[in-house]
């Protein structure tokens, strides 16, 4: 078979094409000599992986890096877009490939910003995704996530980014699914602590560009984080882990009633008048000793 007899010299075009989501120029690719060589162009050889691999995923692929570049292309917009010809020249090509003209480009990106502006349509965005913790007036994601989520959602947080710059030490955003804002919320021992409180969180309206800062630095009962799996990607590192407790604390019925579990107190109540305790992220039964 002609794929196996050169695989050695495809896998990096494989490589290269699954980074770019388009095949490279030969000047994009370190071993485009070689399969102009085997193959007459880096085109052709291309043409043979698919026709070995299959059409699903490379579409996955092109699909997802010409999301990206809408959600790049929209929230340009905000610091004034440039000429095509000032652009890095891989960015032009990949516009040409994926749009065939800046022109087309620039007003898919302004339609995917006038959608940003539809509270409605940001609900219906927040419901769709499976990224996140979805609640009844918001969705809750990591900023480790945030790419995941769809274009529009990028977009919207994107807005209110592109406006506020990057908040110190925010790593959890909530995405408001009615009131056009967007909430970036610090919660320092998010990785370490199996139900981390909130320091700080500042929330900007988008439609008036008020601002509101909140900070719990000196309070006793800070909000409190519970499912924190859920504001991950399922193939975050740490998914698996948040997730095994939760599954403990479902089964053992402690987050039944979640209106009094929300702050530290509340939780550490619910931990007492249940018998379990925390030690990590493993829940255990408290004894006579503890």
Not at 224 to 250: C, G, M, N, P, S
């Amino acid at each position: 078979m002609r794929f196996e007899q050169h695989r050695e010299l495809l896998e990096p075009l494989i490589v290269a094409v699954a980074e770019l989501g388009r095949v490279p120029e030969w000047d994009e690719f370190a071993g485009a000599d070689g399969i102009i060589e085997r193959f007459g162009s880096i085109k052709r050889a291309f043409a043979l992986i698919r026709r070995v691999t299959g059409d699903e995923e490379w579409e996955k692929i092109r699909e997802q890096r010409t999301e990206d570049l809408l959600v790049y292309l929209a929230l340009a917009r905000f610091r004034k877009r440039p000429p095509i010809s000032k652009l890095p020249q891989g960015l032009q090509r990949d516009i040409r490939t994926f749009f065939g003209t800046y022109k087309s480009a620039c007003e898919l990106a302004d339609q995917l910003l006038f959608q940003a502006g539809r509270p409605e349509a940001i609900d219906e965005a927040c419901q769709r995704s499976t990224i996140g913790k979805l609640l009844p007036n918001a969705l809750y994601v990591h900023r480790d996530a945030i790419d995941e989520l769809e274009k529009l959602l990028r977009t919207y947080e994107g807005c209110a980014r592109s406006y506020l710059g990057e908040i110190e030490d925010a790593n959890v955003v909530k995405i408001h699914r009615f009131s056009g804002k967007v909430s970036y919320l610090a919660y320092p021992d998010f990785d370490s602590d199996p139900h981390p409180a909130l320091l700080r969180s500042v929330k900007l309206n988008m439609r008036t560009l008020a601002l509101d800062c909140w900070d719990y630095h000196e309070s006793e009962n800070p909000p409190i984080l519970h499912r924190k799996e859920a504001f991950l990607a399922a193939d975050d590192r740490r998914y698996a882990k948040f997730a095994r407790l939760t599954q403990q604390e479902v089964q053992h019925g402690l987050l039944d009633d979640s209106a009094t579990i929300g702050t530290r107190q509340g939780w550490i109540a619910r931990l007492a008048e249940r018998g379990f305790q925390l030690r990590g992220h493993r829940l255990i039964r408290k004894t006579n000793n503890d």
